[in-house]
């Protein structure tokens, strides 16, 4: 299988994400019968966002499982199978409910090659759709990926473009590791040009999606589309956002993102989640650390989710969670050296 | 006007006949708010989800008719009907946190799946199956504790019997004999799961014995049969004998929520289940013309209309008053 | 020498006298090595805690002994005799584990509650109670996806009954037939919490009803009878008849952990457990006289003081490796 | 009840952190009926660590109520019953077992008041022990309070000794929201001067524990023992660290940091926790992110567990979370220029 990491040329065959994760399902599990997939109403339902419509027409019932209410179960029944040799791919229907997983991802997934002396593997993905802008309000908006960053073991993945969605899915499915894959529902149905093979982005490779002079904007899942969108509007004004996209938090490849502030002099963190406790601390901390400490013209921002729960109200709901405005007005402020 | 065998029946109970229309008619409110939120929703006038309790009103109304006014109510996702009918519930107020305004009963700040009003003892829906049920055996603690005799009723689903919670929650209000009635609705699905697929045992009544307590199965869409277990489910809690476990047992006549193809099922399963419409079945049971029934829904559904007026009416939530209620 | 009416129950059950010794001699190292595990932590040689299962030895070889070469394990925290009757199981590996020896089973890093070979399908032991059982919904659909005639078997404690993830496991095993024998062993109690408070029910076993899944309760210091209703429940599950729930009744002689000073219960109630005895009793049964059996347990004592030996001559883990292990 | 925030002078009378708690539970649960105390094993056992010894005895089983093992059941326990009018004190034996909790804690306990508009309260504390050296290995040995910070509606407390541990415990104990009380095993045999009476301290109220002009030493739980005692090795060399402990992490009064970096111009976190994705990057990036920035004449360093589960054999153990030494030379070379 090919390894891809820029959007190839050609022909643009352009699919939604959704599209993009069913049509890696489909190519992996009709050539590897370890692959299965196991969550509530992946079957006939074709799960909650529609990703795996299809494949139980095309594996059976099988090799897609419908679960009980039981997201517990559902962990566990990826970490055993992982371990004895299988590859299952387990959804949570939304990323609030792997509340309800955390001891067997934590405990048991992430600790159990480190606890075994390094003997056995699990190599399972869960996938699971996260964040707000749906009206779901406070229990079904949550984006709780930084908890799996501080994880040892586990392995967090936020494609933020079909594109990336596939590629990123395939490589999960063929690392021999728990892979927390976090889907965001507002990119379900935005499209990118998808090629029809078979191809691996790696885990683990930050992608820089848009070069720039002026800030470097680290940004994850649907805030890299705002940030890009940030970044045309600014261009306007003569600002040139550099945008880069980790695609991979934990293991973080962190090289391009220094590499980036030591050019720009400046850093902005871009994220959904709630800030205090969030990954955005986790970037500064790395900036922080590195060598472009001493190339930092201004302090690093964190734009981020505010601290509270995700309001039902529809323009409470818009307001908690960063949009295009925020980036652009923080960036600018930036830029303008403002802080 | 009440049939002479019906009017038997609700004084063998202690129900007078003005209680029984009034039970008929939080039937039909709720019908009627079920379906304006429909409407409201296809006409994006609400966004998010709603799960929608249309045919499954006898449930809620025999639940709360045997509860009284001072026990607690922990509901469901799906928990509309029971919320309308809990003793001093305003549609207006629910209909406008429906729609995400500040007279609603949450601010607006939860909209169809967090509708609560703890003052009266109303302690909230639940987005999360299973969510209310261990939450449930606190609430129990405090009537245990403060040795008055109320009751807990925890409200959730066949689906909600699957789940890690339903059975530490059961467990643990059953060896401490906690004055709770763990009232499963089941509708024959969760999502797209069909019951016979998730369990192996015919009722989910059947699990009552894991724990030693009483389990009892009603047919959920006959009122006065869920009010009867209810009724005595809730003496043997204000007994001190411990909880029960009540499957009613149900049908939900739409889709699981505002998208719902329903491919895991068939339109003559629905229809079979539509013809064992509470509604109209207590109705006719209480000796009702079609036209005095009727004339009743209609007051049912002017009332949801005028909750309609009342929530356009009322001002969205202030995004300046975003951060707060986090913390007290 | 086996006496008459022994060998004839042991051939009954396709058991040789060898294999009898055996299985007898394998409780006599279980139980050896849980006192010298005993005495080391005693010594301050080891550090951390364990959960001794002296008094427990029967349940551990009479599920294994009904277990096949390449089914699987899954095992508690109170772990080191099922671990040590598994197939394959060296004594050696197992101290050195224990002992947090780079040779160890886990290279040092697991330790008493987390000793694992996966190579011989031993999917270790869980420091968390109930931990393993969603664990073996996954390795049961291994099996059916392979289509293999394999068992799993998931040890828990009667505490392990009461917690969330019994509740899903046990049900998705059931509903997908999956060949899973749940083995609780009832030791009365959970920590300090005694089984009758724990439980308002007779047996655990009487939850599987709650399944649809047969249950059936054991006496658990009776070798042959534990293995009896083993052998059942693994042909039922290699028929594809789906999971068991065998609750071995048995008691722990010891504390907890490390630390318990056992207010919860009285000396009596451990000295009547402690005549039910499980190794003199099966050496009874065969017929051997003290003088025999005893020589035989010399046997077992001394292949763990070997594996001390072992242990003690074995490397600690270099510092440098720290961070191996993580990421495959 | 007085409100103390410095340790009081007069007759020393030392208590462990377990007696310190015990004497808090005790006093509170004699006066206000409302305070029950609940978990596995803590009646007749006198829970895990010895915290509720004696309690049983005193207010009875109905007040100390042993729980089956339901983690979930005992923070559901804990909210219903707060949620109706009761001030409920719930244990998990260790914190790794809060995982099983987390849909309740998180989902529940901390959302209930936003989403039913501000009109309720959750008045509960949940205590948990954390952290390693006890050679319990990877699934007894958790520090996992970022998961924590990082849920807005939870309060997030910590004490560092027993003086703290008492004070700390009333707070939470009359607070109206949710508390995560997070103990260190290793501190609980620890001694402290502890008055008799009844005093509280106030939650949000961040501690300099040591003054000093060279660093800014920023610990939290055992972590602040072990940065005071390189605090005192580090005065030997004339190094003066000013050691600050926030005491309670979410909310987060971080002024008293933020003075502190100004004054010293040099900062460096420390906690036990696993470094990626833990409150060291929310604690760099709030000093990045206020005035203290421009007085930064070095990167602000973390000083943090290992990114791996704990290991169980006793040297490796020791070797994965920060020890006196590592504070004492990460602070040696930070004051030195070495960064
Ligand atoms: C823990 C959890 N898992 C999954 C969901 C998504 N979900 C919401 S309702 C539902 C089905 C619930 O079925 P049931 O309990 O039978 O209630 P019903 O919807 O039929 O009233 C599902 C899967 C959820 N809200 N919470
Ligand atoms: C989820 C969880 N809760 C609590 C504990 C602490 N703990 C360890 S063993 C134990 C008692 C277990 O009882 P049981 O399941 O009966 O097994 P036994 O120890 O009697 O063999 C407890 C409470 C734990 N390890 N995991
Ligand atoms: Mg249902
Ligand atoms: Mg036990």
Chains 1, 4 share one sequence.
Not at chain 1, 229 to 245: P, S, T, Y
Not at chain 2, 212 to 230: F, S
Request: net charge negative; proline share 4%.
């Amino acid at each position: 299988m090919p390894e891809q990491n820029g959007h190839p040329n050609g022909a643009a065959r352009e699919l939604t994400v959704v599209e993009a994760l069913r049509e890696a399902l489909n190519q992996i599990m009709a050539i590897d019968e370890r692959v299965f997939v196991i969550g509530e109403d992946v079957g006939v339902y074709g799960g909650a966002f529609g990703v795996s419509a299809g494949l139980v027409q095309a594996y059976g019932a099988d090799r897609v499982i419908d679960t009980p209410i039981s997201e517990a179960g559902i962990a566990g029944a990826c970490i055993g199978a992982a371990l004895t040799g299988m590859r299952p791919v387990g959804e949570i229907q939304f990323m609030d409910f792997v509340t309800i997983s955390m001891e067997q991802l934590v405990l048991q997934a992430a600790k159990i090659r480190f606890m075994f002396g390094g003997k056995a593997t699990v190599p399972m993905v869960l996938r699971t759709p996260a964040g707000s802008g749906t009206g779901a309000a406070a229990q079904h908006s949550e984006s709780l990926e930084n908890w799996f960053v501080h994880v040892p073991g586990l392995k967090v993945v936020m494609p933020s473009n079909a594109y990336d969605a596939k590629g990123l899915l395939l490589s999960a499915i063929q690392d021999d590791n728990p892979v927390i894959f976090v889907e965001h529902k507002l990119l379900y149905k935005t499209k990118a040009h998808v090629p029809e093979e078979m191809y691996t982005i790696p885990l683990s490779k930050t992608n820089v999606a848009r070069q720039g002079k002026h800030l470097t904007v680290i940004a994850t899942s649907v805030m890299v589309q705002r940030a890009l969108q940030a970044a045309d509007i600014l261009a306007g004004e003569g600002i040139e956002l550099e945008v880069i996209d980790p695609r991979t938090l934990m293991p973080l490849d962190d090289a391009p993102i220094i590499e980036s502030v030591i050019k720009t002099g400046k850093a902005m963190v871009v994220h959904e989640a709630v800030k205090t406790g969030g990954f955005g601390g986790e970037i500064v901390a790395r900036i922080m650390e590195s060598e472009a400490f001493g190339y930092l013209e201004a302090p690093v921002r964190r734009v981020a989710g505010l601290d509270i729960p995700i309001p039902y109200n529809r323009t409470l709901e818009m307001n908690t969670v960063p949009q295009v405005q925020n980036i652009v007005d923080e960036a600018r402020k930036l830029v303008k050296g403002e802080y | 006007m009440v049939a002479a065998v019906a009017l038997e029946e609700l004084q063998k109970r202690g129900i007078s006949a003005e209680q029984a229309h009034e039970m008929l008619l939080k039937m039909m409110l709720i019908r009627s708010f079920e379906e304006k939120a429909e409407e409201l929703f296809a006409l994006g006038r609400v966004h998010g989800t709603m799960h929608l309790s249309i045919g499954q009103e006898a449930s809620a109304v025999g639940l709360s008719t045997a509860l009284a006014r001072n026990d607690y109510l922990l509901n469901t996702h799906r928990g509309h009907g029971h919320c309308l009918a809990w003793y001093g519930s305003s549609p207006d107020l629910m209909m406008a946190e429906f729609m995400g305004k500040e007279t609603g009963y949450c601010r607006g700040r939860g909209g169809s799946m967090h509708i609560a009003n703890v003052d009266t003892n109303n302690l909230g829906a639940n987005g999360i199956v299973g969510g209310g049920l261990p939450i449930s055996v606190g609430v129990g603690l405090t009537i245990k504790l403060r040795k008055t005799d109320q009751v807990a009723a925890a409200v959730f689903g066949d689906g909600g019997a699957n789940t890690g919670a339903f059975h530490e929650s059961v467990n643990m209000a059953s060896i401490w004999d906690l004055p709770i009635i763990y009232f499963c609705e089941n509708n024959q699905y969760a999502m797209s799961m069909a019951f016979k697929r998730a369990f192996n045992i015919e009722h989910v009544s059947d699990r009552a014995s894991a724990y030693g307590i009483i389990g009892v199965t009603v047919d959920g869409n006959d009122l006065l049969a869920v009010y009867d277990v209810a009724v005595e489910a809730v003496a043997r809690a204000r007994r001190g004998e411990g909880p029960t476990l009540i499957e009613s047992r149900t049908y939900r006549w739409k889709g699981h929520s505002k998208s719902d193809k329903q491919a895991y099922r068939t339109r003559e399963e629905v229809k079979e289940w539509q013809e064992k419409e509470p509604i109209r079945r207590f109705a006719t049971f209480l000796g009702m013309s079609d036209e005095e029934r009727e004339a009743l829904h209609a007051q049912a559904r002017q009332r949801i209309e005028e909750s309609v007026v009342f929530s356009e009416n009322s001002p969205e939530p202030d995004v300046a008053d975003i951060m707060e209620g986090v913390y007290a």
